[in-house]
């Protein structure tokens, strides 16, 4: 396709479950993100990964979060052990590395 | 690292008046500051962003001013339409080097 795409668009697991969102971005871009949004708050972000650079992973919010990206395109976030509080929209975007970021339209993950 | 504040939360307008948001960043090695508007259920779009060489930058009815001593930019949409009904993140990062930090959003209802 075009566009930044994810899946899966909509996750519910139970609490303690390990979970893996992925994210296919614009095919040639170099850059690849991960933000979460949670329920009426801005755009937190994760982790960065540019081209075979180490990666940013300074937004990561415990180290029950982790994201591969794997021969430069695909990318999966994994959360283990899930907690209620990690129930969010977690959005991908790609750019070429400077300018416009393009996002997916998310994952929507609910923790019960 | 950088912070971004963003206000108002929230703005209603009437159908035709100009809506303005303010933003504010600490970093002042920060040199890009896009605007992205968010619809129900999708992605943030980029709709306008400006970088440190200039001070204000047009796009039919909406325009973006930035002052880098005082360290604050701002959105201006004019003659407001129903369809401007969004959420409006602003961000800010030293281009290249570091991820785009957001703020946490303003909810810009107009008001037919």
């Known amino acids: 396709g075009a566009g930044v795409s994810q899946s899966p668009s909509n996750k519910v697991t139970e609490k303690g479950k390990d979970v893996e969102l992925r994210c296919d971005p614009i095919?040639?871009?170099?850059?690849l993100y991960w933000y979460r949004q949670s329920l009426g708050q801005g755009l937190e972000f994760l982790i960065y990964f540019q081209g075979n650079s180490a990666p940013d992973k300074s937004g990561l919010p415990s180290d029950r979060f982790s994201a591969e990206r794997t021969g430069g395109s695909v990318s999966t976030l994994t959360i283990q052990r899930t907690q209620q509080e990690d129930s969010a929209v977690y959005l991908c975007?790609?750019?070429?590395?400077?300018?416009?970021?393009?996002f997916g339209e998310g994952s929507r993950l609910t923790v019960l | 690292g950088e912070n971004v504040e963003q206000h108002p939360s929230t703005l209603s307008v009437q159908e035709g008046d100009s809506a303005v948001i303010k933003c504010t960043y600490s970093?002042?090695?920060?040199?890009?500051f896009p605007w992205y508007k968010q619809e129900l259920g999708k992605g943030p779009q980029l709709i306008i962003d400006?970088?440190?060489?200039?001070g204000e930058k047009k796009d039919q009815r909406i325009a973006v001013t930035l002052n880098k001593t005082a360290k604050h930019f701002s959105l201006h949409i004019t003659e407001t339409q129903p369809e401007d009904s969004a959420v409006y993140f602003c961000a800010a990062s030293s281009e290249g080097n570091t991820p785009l930090v957001f703020g946490k959003g303003t909810r810009l209802s107009v008001i037919a």
């Open positions: 400006i970088r440190s060489n200039v």
């Open positions: 095919s040639g871009h170099t850059a």
């Open positions: 975007a790609s750019s070429s590395g400077v300018g416009e970021l393009f």
């Open positions: 970093d002042s090695a920060s040199n890009y």
